[in-house]
Structure formats: structure tokens, C-alpha cells
């Protein structure tokens, strides 16, 4: 991850930070979240009856492609010099605008939109995360991600 003097963080506002490598979403990966959150609903499990949805083919879960935040944005996102800890603070928004279809190429783009020091040493960022889906032209989702910054 990038690092900034906290006298420049401001700065960044408004300017996209990068863009992730892509990833694919396969189906071993969708098995897999839904296993751990329990949500086995077909649309997302079975190959078979998903080829009979508008989809075509299974989806990953909407919190699936959401979990990868901290994941894809981990070398984009600057974050102050001096950092000890950074911790998610949550997000001021998220819609989802297109289901990730199975075997699908995503990337995130990152833009910093907000930087404020809420306490001496703790620093709150707030982004824009964009998960573009390779060849649509319509996102995955735009969320708006807050990371806590202790310095």
C-alpha cells in the first residue's frame, strides 16, 4: 500500500488512486462463500437450474464481490505515513448494478473522496470502489468503503 504524509493526504481527494488486477470469480470460489455464510440459494450453487435464470449461469452473492474490498484495494489505497493500524469503519453506501456471472474477470477502481481527522492521530478515508466486470460496460457494484487510520 502506498504511503502519504498526512499533511498531503487532502490532497489525493477527488483523483482515482489505481486499479486492481483482475481476478476471476469461479465457481469454486462462490462454493466456498457459500459455504462459510450459509446462503446455498440455487442462483449461486447450482450450475443446472442457473442456466434456466435470465442469468444463464450461476452469479456470485452480491456480498461475495463485496468482500473483496479490502482485498483488491489493499496496494491501490493510500494511507498515512506513521500508520500503526487501519481498521473498517463500514460503508456510507453500496448498490449493486449487475450480477458478477460465474468465471467473470473483475477489478477494482479506487478514487479518494474524503480524508478528515476525527481525533488526534486517527484519520478516516472514505473511497469510491468501483468493481468493473471485464467487457461490460455497466460496474459490478460502486460501494463507498471507510478505512480508520491510526497514526
Not at 468501483?130 to 487510520?149: F, M, N
Request: proline content about 6%; aromatic content about 8%; overall charge negative.
Amino acid at each position: 500500500m502506498p504511503f502519504v504524509a498526512v499533511a498531503d493526504i487532502k490532497n489525493y481527494i477527488g483523483k482515482e488512486l489505481g486499479r486492481s488486477e483482475w481476478l476471476t470469480i469461479d465457481q469454486e470460489r462462490i462454493n466456498q462463500f457459500a459455504e462459510c455464510t450459509g446462503d446455498h440459494q440455487f442462483i449461486h450453487v447450482d450450475p443446472e437450474k442457473a442456466k434456466l435464470t435470465p442469468f444463464g449461469s450461476t452469479i456470485a452473492h452480491g456480498f461475495l464481490s463485496l468482500s473483496l474490498v479490502p482485498m483488491l484495494m489493499e496496494k491501490i489505497m493510500i494511507m498515512p505515513e506513521g500508520l500503526k493500524m487501519a481498521v473498517n469503519y463500514g460503508l456510507d453506501s453500496v448498490r449493486f448494478i449487475q450480477p458478477v456471472k460465474v468465471n467473470s474477470k473483475v477489478r477494482l477502481v479506487v478514487t479518494l473522496t474524503d480524508a478528515n481527522e476525527k481525533n488526534p492521530g486517527q484519520w478516516l478515508l472514505k473511497a469510491k470502489a468501483v468493481l468493473e466486470i471485464e467487457g461490460q460496460e455497466k460496474p459490478a457494484y460502486i460501494a463507498e468503503p471507510l478505512t480508520l487510520c491510526f497514526v
